[in-house]
């Protein structure tokens, strides 16, 4: 039984930062779209899918924006206006999201048909080879300020650890990517242990 869920008509927020499925991402929101865009998302109860544009100019031949097909599905937790008068909003990355057919409104805002992906993460926690990841998130996660966030850390679901791991770690928007795109928890948790050795961990 397919388990992914497809939404016909979802938002894209191109980025050039992203968030990964379980973690928290602050944003400012200006422009008039996407203003419209989380005044409905929060009226209807509602996400909307973040995407990681490619390059600096990110459009493409089309008008449409140029960013990688596998973004994340998010919600709003959270919003406040901010000192300097602009929407904060908080959002929560739920899980990973395939892009397809895409187009924009009238007010330019980006619609896709994304699909929901439904990842599964194998209990690897006991797994001698992975041994350093779990001591790393238990270790980070018992810091004061990241029990503030009140992240959801699943132990014993591999894909949860490494998503979570790598959101608190200081891996670039690009790393972020890759990992999302990985379709099983052994290539993320492979993939943060090249990096963590690359960090010096």
């Not at 497809?6 to 991402?25: D, H, K």
């Not at 599905?73 to 300097?84: A, G, K, R, T």
């Not at 929560?92 to 330019?108: F, H, N, P, T, Y």
């Not at 966030?149 to 770690?169: F, H, M, P």
Request: glycine share 6%; with cysteine.
């Amino acid at each position: 039984m397919d388990k992914n869920e497809a939404i016909n008509s979802c938002p894209v927020f191109p980025l050039s930062i992203n968030v990964l499925p379980g973690a928290y991402l602050p944003l400012q929101i200006f422009e008039p779209r996407y203003l419209d865009m989380v005044k409905t998302s929060l009226a209807k109860e509602e996400g909307f899918c973040i995407a990681l544009t490619k390059n600096e100019d990110p459009i493409s031949v089309k008008g449409l924006p140029d960013h990688h097909d596998v973004g994340t599905y998010v919600e709003i937790v959270d919003f406040n206006q901010l000192q300097n008068g602009l929407l904060g909003i908080t959002v929560k990355g739920l899980s990973k999201a395939k892009i397809s057919d895409r187009w924009k409104q009238d007010d330019e805002l980006l619609i896709a048909k994304i699909t929901k992906i439904k990842e599964t993460g194998e209990d690897l926690s006991e797994e001698p080879s992975y041994k350093e990841i779990w001591s790393m998130l238990l270790e980070i996660s018992d810091h004061p300020e990241i029990k503030k966030l009140n992240l959801e850390i699943d132990l014993k679901n591999a894909t949860n650890v490494s998503y979570i791991l790598g959101s608190l770690l200081p891996l670039t928007p690009l790393e972020k990517q890759t990992m999302l795109e990985f379709e099983n928890s052994k290539e993320k948790l492979d993939y943060l242990k090249s990096i963590i050795k690359k960090l010096g961990g």
